[in-house]
Structures are given as structure tokens and as C-alpha cells.
């Protein structure tokens, strides 16, 4: 499928840094209004540019126009490109404000072509983990999420000093005038939407706790910089969704039923580790022990936060394992490895992948319009349920979505593969014994 970027800045080289493992994405060129930038991404990864936006949407090659533009410009960015008939990928969200998603859906679906984005978290291998192992049945029925998106204090981070491996700078200020919220919040509703359905009712707050983030000047200054969401869906699941420029990283997902929990450690890596807990007396007792609650691998032998799980492998899984092309030096192979491994790991272009291949296959896309419309909702509910807070009804919905074949017909099965630690069985006659009189 034959590709179009229009934005060439920080996030474009977290796309590049698995285009080596796409060969089926044929990148045609890149424009960015910043020719500064686009000479720059041409001279490095050896891209051509168009001298303008007119001129990207009018080669008939381009199939695809992917939309990493400030969000500000989401709107006519994605219109345009839908007037001359292309497909789009955007960046998330969509808009910012509903009305113009709904106009864009409708649009995309007037010009029969397919308009959808980003996040791509729900096609990687920790997701797909997390999906099929509650399908399964392994935690038993679902009935909460606890979602962390805490990003660290931004206020202390230098974020205007952060460049991207071809010395794009960082958009703190953008960032800090859109909010962690609109930001950041869809890593976690993407997952959380497409496993249990349609949200019902939102009890939200947000709030701007941290006044002075930066010297440069923010317009507006007080967007929130903290928001937490209580969400009850449509089959009865309820979920916590927390969002913060100010609090230390924390990027969880928690998934608990009333048999079991199953986690992962960060919704920023394709291949987070995810750990599956069948509760048993034992584990639950076991929390109860300072000792066995703030020594992970002491308490693991007792059941506390169960075992580790094989992650469901997907068709790219290779992909966020290497990175080739984007940095050279060998501080940045250093700094890439390191990052791979310990911080995060996305592979961007996966969305593209996945996008590409549906409409080459002539099937409806993993995420359906409704669905990324009624995540936008949700995600501009928080982000103005302001500090009085507000219990908000979406009018938005969507028909509830399944897993991807390959996931779904995965071989493993997450609740008859699992064994409890040989601690925890030795220690439950212990446990009965200590809780009687």
C-alpha cells in the first residue's frame, strides 16, 4: 500500500523506527509546512517531499495520507485529504470537538474511503494477551479495570531540552495546551472499549494542579493536568482511568474479575510483561504481610500478583524486538536498546499495517467508525468534566467489537494453562488452619 506522511515532527521518528519491518507500506513522500523538517527527514531516511499539501493529495499513488499534524490542525488536514479521495490514518484524536469527528466519519464514508487512527495498542502482542486470556475465562467473569496514565511530573522533566534522533524537538508546548487527557487517555480507552462495549455513563474530574509547567508562554495556561474518569459500560464492567502530568510513571493496566486478575506492567510497550493471578486464599491472605506485598519476588512465591504469561504473538511482533535507520551512532543503538527494554516499545506504523491489509482483504477495519467516535467522546468528556466534576450519558455508541481472527483463534488457552506457584499450594492447608480458632 502506497503512503503519504503529512508532519514530519518528534512522532514521525517513532514511526520510522519499525519501517523496516513493513515492507508492505511504500512510503511516497512526506510535506511539512516546517521545510526546515522535511529536508531534514528527506537528507536522513531519503524520503521524498512534496513542495505542498496540494501537491501530496494529488499524486494518484498515494493511497494513504497519514496525519501526524498538531491536533489543531486535525480537522482540515483530514478533510482535505478526504476530499481528494484518499484514505486517512490519523493521529489521535481525531478532533477535538465531536461534531467534526462526526462530520469527518461521515465524510469518509460519502467518498467510500476508510478514515482511521491511531492508537494502535490494541493490535500488540501485551493487548492481544490481556483480550484473549479474559475471553478465556481465566479471571472469570470481568468486573472492574484500573487503568494508570501518570506521565511524570512534566514541570520537572526539562521536556524543552528533548529531541527526536533527527533533532525534532519535543511539543511540550502543545502537549501542556491540549492536556494529558486528550493526549494520552485513548492508550487506555482503546483497550478498555473494544474488550467490554460501549460506555454507559462517565463520572469525571479534571483539574490544573501544577500553574508553571514551563518559561514559554501557554495559551490556554490552565488546561488540566490531571484527570481520573469512572466509566460503567454497557455489560457491567467498571473502570477507574486516571491521567496525569504530575504524579511519577505508572502505566498500568489491571484487569480484575471475580476469579482472578490479570495485568501489565505499561500500556507504552507492545510486548509489556502480563502477569495472570487466579486468586486463592493464599495469594489474597498473603497481601495482608508488609514483607510479602513490597518484596515482588518474595511475595510471587505465595501467589501475590500470580505468574508471568507467554504473550500471544502477533503477525509484527518482530518489529519493536530491533530498530534499524533512524539513529546511526552507536549512543543511539545504546539508548535504543535501552529503551526497548526497559521503557517502551510501539510500533506506530502497526495501525497503518492493519489498516492497509483490511482494505486489501475488502473487510470492514478492526475499529469501526462508531467505535473511534465514541472514544472521542469519552475522552472530551473527561478532559472537561472540569474540578466540580460531572456525571455525563454519552449520546455516542458503537456494536461491540471482536478480537482479531488470529487472536481469537489463538491455540493457547489462558485458564487451563495455569498453575498456581508451589508455594501457594503448600501453604494452603497452612492458611486454613491459621484462620480457624
Same mark, same amino acid.
Given at each position: ?44 531516511? *531519503?524520503? %521524498? ?5 496540494? $501537491? /501530496? #493529495? =494529488?499524486?494518484?499513488? @498515494? ?5 501526524? +499534524?498538531?491536533? *489543531?490542525? %486535525? ?5 482535505? $485529504? /478526504? #476530499? =481528494?479521495?484518499?484514505? @486517512? ?5 481525531? +478532533? ?17 474511503? @476508510? ?323
Amino acid at each position: 500500500m502506497k503512503i503519504a506522511f503529512v508532519g514530519c515532527g518528534y512522532v514521525f521518528d517513532i514511526y520510522m523506527r519499525t519501517r523496516w519491518a513493513h515492507p508492505e507500506l511504500d512510503i511516497r513522500g512526506v510535506f511539512d509546512i516546517n521545510t526546515t523538517r522535511s529536508d531534514t527527514v528527506s537528507r536522513h531516511y *531519503g524520503f %521524498h517531499v512534496y513542495p505542498s499539501l496540494e $501537491a /501530496l #493529495l =494529488a499524486d494518484p499513488e @498515494v493511497e494513504i495520507v497519514v496525519n501526524l +499534524t498538531s491536533i *489543531g490542525s %486535525h480537522y482540515e488536514t483530514i478533510r482535505r $485529504a /478526504l #476530499l =481528494a479521495g484518499k484514505h @486517512v490514518y490519523t493521529e489521535k484524536p481525531t +478532533t477535538t470537538e465531536l461534531a467534526q469527528t462526526q462530520e469527518l466519519f461521515a465524510m469518509a464514508q460519502e467518498k467510500g474511503v @476508510v478514515l482511521t487512527g491511531a492508537p494502535c495498542n490494541l493490535y500488540t502482542d501485551s493487548v492481544s494477551t490481556l483480550w484473549k486470556a479474559v475471553r478465556d475465562g481465566a479471571i472469570g467473569k470481568p468486573v472492574l479495570v484500573y487503568a494508570e496514565l501518570d506521565d511524570n511530573p512534566a514541570h520537572l522533566m526539562q521536556l524543552e531540552k528533548v529531541q527526536s534522533p533527527t533533532g525534532a524537538p519535543f511539543p511540550y508546548a502543545e502537549e501542556f495546551q491540549e492536556g494529558c487527557t486528550v493526549e494520552h487517555i485513548g492508550y487506555h480507552l482503546v483497550w478498555i472499549c473494544a474488550m467490554f462495549g460501549p460506555v454507559t455513563s462517565v463520572t469525571a474530574f479534571s483539574n490544573a494542579l501544577v500553574t508553571h509547567k514551563t518559561d514559554t508562554p501557554l495559551n490556554p495556561a490552565d488546561t488540566p493536568d490531571f484527570s481520573v474518569g469512572c466509566l460503567q459500560f454497557a455489560n457491567g464492567v467498571a473502570a477507574r482511568i486516571t491521567c496525569t502530568w504530575v504524579s511519577p510513571r505508572d502505566h498500568r493496566m489491571r484487569i480484575i474479575g471475580e476469579q482472578g486478575e490479570i495485568t501489565a506492567d505499561n500500556a507504552f510497550h507492545d510486548q509489556a510483561a502480563v502477569h495472570l493471578e487466579r486468586f486463592s486464599r493464599v495469594s489474597l491472605s498473603a497481601r495482608k504481610a508488609y514483607t510479602l506485598r513490597t518484596q515482588p519476588w518474595l511475595g510471587r512465591l505465595f501467589g501475590i500478583g500470580g505468574r508471568r504469561q507467554p504473550l500471544v504473538r502477533r503477525w509484527k511482533s518482530h518489529a519493536v524486538e530491533a530498530e534499524r535507520g533512524v539513529g546511526r551512532s552507536l549512543k543511539h543503538k545504546l539508548v535504543s536498546w535501552l529503551r526497548r527494554r526497559e521503557v517502551y516499545a510501539q510500533d506506530k506504523l502497526l495501525g497503518i499495517a492493519e489498516m492497509a491489509r483490511a482494505i486489501e482483504e475488502r473487510r470492514p477495519q478492526p475499529m469501526q467508525p462508531d467505535f473511534l467516535i465514541h472514544m472521542n467522546e469519552i475522552t472530551l468528556m473527561i478532559q472537561r468534566a472540569g474540578p466540580g466534576g460531572a456525571t455525563l450519558k454519552p449520546t455516542t455508541t458503537f456494536a461491540p467489537l471482536q478480537p482479531l481472527a488470529d487472536v481469537a483463534g489463538n491455540p493457547r488457552n489462558y485458564r487451563s494453562g495455569y498453575r498456581p506457584q508451589p508455594m501457594e499450594r503448600v501453604m494452603a492447608g497452612l492458611v486454613e488452619a491459621l484462620h480457624k480458632r
